[in-house]
């Protein structure tokens, strides 16, 4: 099955620095999505991707999807402590006869120092 | 923006004994609602797809009469772990596709399930 590879596994940081993760398929996804996962809750959507080459903003986040649509990246400018969490990226399955499942990363968890 | 409510947020059960969890659309109504499990500091794992009016497709080693999934209605996925074993004991999460937001998926806020 299709795979995700994050990297990362994990930042610490200091208040005030960039950050940059990202994630690497074997596969082909037409849909790459960024969660952001706090403890003890559900994930929840950053930013999605739905072209090659797309660059999204959202806020301090960036996020490309990869032209060859097998990796896609997440930066975070001017981190705040309130970034901290574990971020996941999930590539949508797309081959027929699929249901359109995410597959998910291992994440990538942020601390930051203030 | 799109919702979706599970319920509850945390239980505690004894060995043996069955458990259900509700997820719901708030706002939007989900033909297929996903499945997941998350053990501590991993990923989230597909457990099941549920379909409404269907049954649910099972990933592959995620025991269906453990599991079982009822998708009744356009807003409403049940998960019931059945005969449950501290093993069981994790973060369930559902989610549910809103096709139209963007295609986009919608999280639940999860379950912690401990079994005693």
């Known amino acids: 099955g299709q795979q995700l590879n994050q990297s990362p596994q994990s930042m610490f940081i200091q208040e005030g620095e960039d950050v940059s993760m990202n994630c690497t398929s074997s596969s082909i996804f037409n849909t790459w999505l960024w969660y952001k996962q706090e403890p003890g809750e559900g994930p929840v959507l950053l930013i999605a991707?739905?072209?090659?080459?797309e660059l999204t903003s959202n806020g301090r986040l960036t996020a490309q999807f990869g032209i060859t649509r097998k990796d896609s990246f997440l930066n975070i400018s001017a981190s705040i402590p309130s970034d901290v969490g574990i971020y996941f990226c999930?590539?949508?399955?797309?081959?027929?006869?699929?249901?359109?499942?995410?597959?998910f990363g291992k994440g990538t968890k942020l601390s930051v120092k203030p | 923006g799109a919702v979706v409510s599970q319920h509850p947020s945390w239980v505690i059960c004894k060995s043996g004994t069955s458990v259900k969890i509700e997820c719901r659309s708030l706002?939007?109504?989900?033909?297929?609602m996903f499945w997941y499990r998350q053990f501590p500091k991993q990923s989230l794992m597909l457990m099941a797809t549920?379909?409404?009016?269907?049954?649910?497709t099972y990933e592959q080693g995620v025991e269906k009469d453990k599991f079982l999934i009822n998708h009744a209605s356009l807003t409403l996925s049940t998960l019931t772990v059945t005969s449950a074993h501290p093993e069981d004991s994790s973060f369930y999460i559902c989610s549910a596709r809103d096709l139209g937001w963007g295609d986009g998926y919608t999280f639940g806020s999860g379950t912690r399930l401990t079994v005693v």
């Open positions: 991707l739905y072209k090659a080459g």
């Open positions: 549920s379909n409404e009016g269907s049954k649910a």
């Open positions: 706002d939007f109504q989900a033909t297929t």
């Open positions: 999930a590539g949508q399955e797309s081959y027929v006869g699929s249901q359109g499942n995410l597959i």
